[in-house]
């Protein structure tokens, strides 16, 4: 039996903040966590339309504890665009409706958003 392909994940980091002075600066070392998950759970439209550094971004890490814990800002980052490159998508803006559920058969079910060493 041949091995099952294996598909890039969409890797994230999460970093807490807090403020000082009016600027939210990083605390504590960043959690780097895998998002496919998360990500494979929007639309096309969603995908389109994604932003980074804003609420969009921001829901990749809703179900990290790190994230349940921390009450202070934080930002979350992550490159769609370059996880999108990898299944052969050069502009995220442009993004088929179709292609993007062939890319979401690709990757089957994911287990939830994890952190990982």
């Not at 439209?45 to 809703?62: G, P, Q, V, W």
């Not at 504890?65 to 921390?70: A, G």
């Not at 980052?77 to 996880?83: G, N, P, Q």
Request: net charge negative; hydrophobic share 35%.
């Amino acid at each position: 039996m041949a091995p099952e392909p294996v598909h890039p994940q969409l890797m994230a980091v999460f970093r807490s903040q807090a403020w000082v002075h009016d600027q939210a600066l990083d605390i504590d070392h960043p959690i780097r966590f895998d998002a496919t998950a998360k990500i494979l759970r929007l639309s096309a439209e969603e995908i389109r339309n994604f932003k980074h550094n804003n609420y969009d971004s921001d829901t990749l890490a809703e179900d990290l504890p790190v994230r349940k814990d921390h009450t202070e800002p934080f930002e979350i980052d992550t490159d769609l665009d370059a996880w999108l490159e990898a299944y052969g998508v050069a502009g995220r803006e442009k993004l088929p409706d179709e292609r993007w559920e062939e890319i979401r058969q690709l990757c089957g079910p994911q287990p939830a958003t994890r952190e990982v060493e």
